[in-house]
């Protein structure tokens, strides 16, 4: 059982910054970040694994950078350039196995799941 503690959400304007982070409370090897905004399905945001692979939505690439620090067991989704259609709930999601990289965006591929932290931008 992995426990995924996130936080840094909250509200800012367009075109500002937040940093959210995912303390995850055991060994994972894959880890995500998903969003879900009022009244949508849930959807990718990225992912990473243990041997560096990264993968990013389109809606997202250029503005948002995942990167994880093991030493802390950390997750960290930097998002630069905030729209207002970037306000959701920011899930992260982790699982103890690798994969293709392709399964990094993939909701299914992930096992654990956090509690979610709101992102609010206004325009």
């Known amino acids: 059982q992995v426990q995924l503690v996130e936080s840094g959400g909250g509200s800012v304007q367009a075109g500002g910054s937040l940093r959210l982070s995912c303390v995850a409370f055991g060994y994972t090897h894959c880890m995500g970040w998903f969003r879900q905004a009022p009244g949508k399905e849930r959807e990718d945001v990225a992912g990473i694994d243990n041997n560096g692979g990264i993968r990013y939505a389109d809606s997202v690439k250029g503005r948002f950078t995942i990167s994880r620090d093991n030493t802390k067991n950390t997750l960290y989704l930097q998002m630069n350039s905030l729209k207002p259609e970037d306000t959701a709930i920011y899930y992260c999601?982790?699982?103890?196995?690798?994969?293709?990289?392709?399964?990094?965006?993939?909701?299914?591929?992930?096992?654990?799941w956090g509690q979610g932290t709101q992102v609010t931008v206004s325009s």
């Open positions: 999601a982790a699982v103890l196995g690798p994969g293709p990289l392709a399964w990094l965006l993939r909701q299914t591929t992930y096992r654990y």
